[in-house]
C-alpha cells in the first residue's frame, strides 16, 4: 500500500504542473492599495472595499504621490505590457479595493474623474471612457473578474478610465 502511494505520488505531481502550465496562459490584474477608512470616511461608504486595513495608502498618501510624480505606483494594470495571439482570452480581475476600468483606448487619455486627469498630467479625456456603454462594459468592481478576448491583431492600449496613470500595451498577434 505504501509503494503504491509513493508511485503513484510523482505521476499526480507531473499532472498538476501539465494542467497549469497549458490551461493557465495568464492573468491580468487590476491592482490598488487603497486604505478602506480614509478613503470610505472622504469619499463615501464602499469606494474602498478591501477586506482588511492592515497596510494600505491613505488618501492623504494618495494624494501626495499623485501630486509630486503624476501617479500612484500602487494602482497599477499587472503586467505593463503583453503579448498574445490573436483570439486569446485573459481573466482580468480586480485585486484592488477600489472599482477601475480596463478600457480599450485608441490613444491614452485621461478618465472620467476631472481632479485626477488634472492631476496626472492628463487633461484631456479619452473619448472611449466618455462613452457610458463602454465605460459600463469595461468596468471591473474590487474582486471581480472580466473575461477579455484580444480578437483583433496590432498594438492595442488599456487603461482605467477612472485613474488613468493605470495603462498597459498589448501586442496581439
Ligand atoms: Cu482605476
Request: charged fraction near 15%; aromatic fraction near 6%; hydrophobic fraction near 35%.
Amino acid at each position: 500500500m505504501r509503494r503504491f502511494i509513493l508511485s503513484l505520488a510523482p505521476a499526480l505531481v507531473l499532472a498538476a504542473a501539465c494542467s497549469d502550465s497549458s490551461g493557465t496562459p495568464g492573468t491580468i490584474s487590476l491592482r490598488d492599495d487603497c486604505d478602506p477608512a480614509s478613503f470610505n470616511a472622504a469619499l463615501g461608504a464602499g469606494t474602498c472595499l478591501h477586506s482588511t486595513t492592515t497596510a494600505g495608502t491613505t488618501l492623504t498618501s494618495f494624494n501626495a504621490e499623485l501630486q509630486a510624480s503624476g501617479k500612484v505606483a500602487a494602482w497599477r494594470i499587472v503586467p505593463p505590457t503583453l503579448t498574445v495571439s490573436e483570439g486569446t482570452v485573459l481573466p482580468v480581475v480586480n485585486l484592488g479595493g477600489e472599482t477601475h476600468t480596463y478600457t480599450e483606448v485608441e490613444e491614452f487619455g485621461g478618465g472620467v474623474v476631472p481632479a485626477l486627469n488634472q492631476a496626472s498630467g492628463n487633461p484631456t479625456p479619452a473619448p472611449e471612457c466618455l462613452d457610458n456603454g463602454e465605460f459600463a462594459s469595461s468596468t471591473v468592481a474590487s474582486g471581480q473578474t472580466m473575461q477579455h478576448t484580444f480578437d483583433e491583431s496590432g498594438t492595442e492600449k488599456y487603461q482605467c478610465c477612472i485613474h488613468p496613470w493605470m495603462r498597459q500595451t498589448v501586442t496581439v498577434r
